[in-house]
């Protein structure tokens, strides 16, 4: 549906976006990582249409931006850094303005600002005027106003940006919510809001792309993490020594949990989850105590840490 391919963009002597490339499918949910100044806003604003890149090309089912900008204009819906916004309008009056200058035709203007209002909960707030409403409820019409023409891509930058926790999280839902209709590409420098609704995390870099994977994937660690009361030369005989049914390569103890209880071990496994039934069973067989079993999850934020800190462009 989206195919990025080589996107460059320089400002001057700055090259901020680096020959970026990537595809992204019907439905998929992508966040757009990165510390501040690495490149989100100046690729989206390229996606949107409203820069044009200095080298490379995009193509929106098909269409090449470059030569058919408002058809694919028209399928997308963008919400941009500090959404600009009239405070003296009410919001309803500010949609419908959204909403002409959108090209939605006037017969179903009244009934798609009643579907962007109630899709982002905006119904109390419909006729205050934007000065006074909080700045959640500010970046709810922002989203609102990018839903008018039942777009079928989504481009939110920094959708949660300056928003206290209570509002952090009412966005949230409400991105959980718009992920089911559209495919939705969301900027980001937290964390938690990727893990929350991506399936699928691009990391950037000084306008590089150095990571582009499913979060599923991300995520998985290869090592199962064991609860035991035993000697590590005993776990490690028990459970390495029978590698072939269990996939366990190795098995490390833990040194923060030294003394008398129970330890943990961490057995390095290409498929935790699947080794967990079997090392459970092996355990049992042993007459053995199991404290606990489990998969170990990396997340995010050391991955982040990790690949920020890695020096080399990482091809995926
Ligand atoms: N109009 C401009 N003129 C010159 N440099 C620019 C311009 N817009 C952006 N830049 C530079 O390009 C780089 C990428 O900026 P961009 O806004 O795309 O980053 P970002 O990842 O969105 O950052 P943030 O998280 O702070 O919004 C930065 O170094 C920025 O200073």
Request: a negative charge; one cysteine or more.
């Amino acid at each position: 549906m989206i195919e990025v391919e080589n996107l460059t963009r320089t400002y001057g002597d700055l090259t901020a976006v680096d020959r970026v490339s990537f595809e992204i499918g019907h439905g998929e949910i992508v966040g757009l990582l990165g510390h501040n100044g690495a490149g989100k806003t100046t690729i989206m604003k390229m996606l949107t249409g409203f820069l044009e890149p200095s080298d490379g090309e995009i193509r929106v089912d098909g269409l090449d931006l470059a030569t058919r900008r408002r058809e694919v204009q028209r399928r997308i819906g963008y919400l941009p850094e500090n959404c600009p916004l009239y405070p003296e309008m009410a919001v309803i009056d500010y949609l419908d303005h959204r909403a002409a200058l959108q090209g939605v035709p006037p017969a179903q203007r009244a009934a798609a600002i009643r579907d962007a209002i109630a899709r982002t909960a905006l119904e109390a707030k419909a006729r205050e005027p934007i000065a006074t409403l909080s700045r959640g409820y500010r970046q709810r019409v922002g989203v609102a106003q990018a839903l008018l023409h039942a777009p079928a891509i989504l481009i939110l930058d920094e959708p949660t940006n300056g928003l206290d926790p209570s509002q952090i999280h009412q966005m949230r839902a409400l991105l959980e919510d718009l992920a089911g209709n559209a495919t939705l590409i969301i900027s980001t420098h937290i964390l938690s809001e990727v893990e929350a609704v991506c399936d699928r995390v691009l990391i950037l870099r000084a306008g590089r792309l150095v990571l582009d994977q499913p979060l599923a994937e991300l995520r998985a660690g290869d090592r199962l993490l064991v609860m035991l009361d035993r000697p590590p030369d005993e776990v490690a005989a028990r459970l390495v020594g029978l590698a072939a049914a269990t996939g366990v390569t190795a098995c490390t103890p833990l040194g923060e949990d030294s003394g008398p209880g129970p330890r943990r071990y961490a057995l390095t496994t290409a498929d935790p989850d699947a080794a967990a039934p079997r090392v459970a069973r092996r355990i049992a067989e042993a007459g053995w105590s199991l404290y606990g079993l489990w998969s170990e999850r990396r997340d995010l934020d050391s991955l982040f840490r990790e690949v920020n800190a890695r020096e080399e462009v990482e091809h995926v």
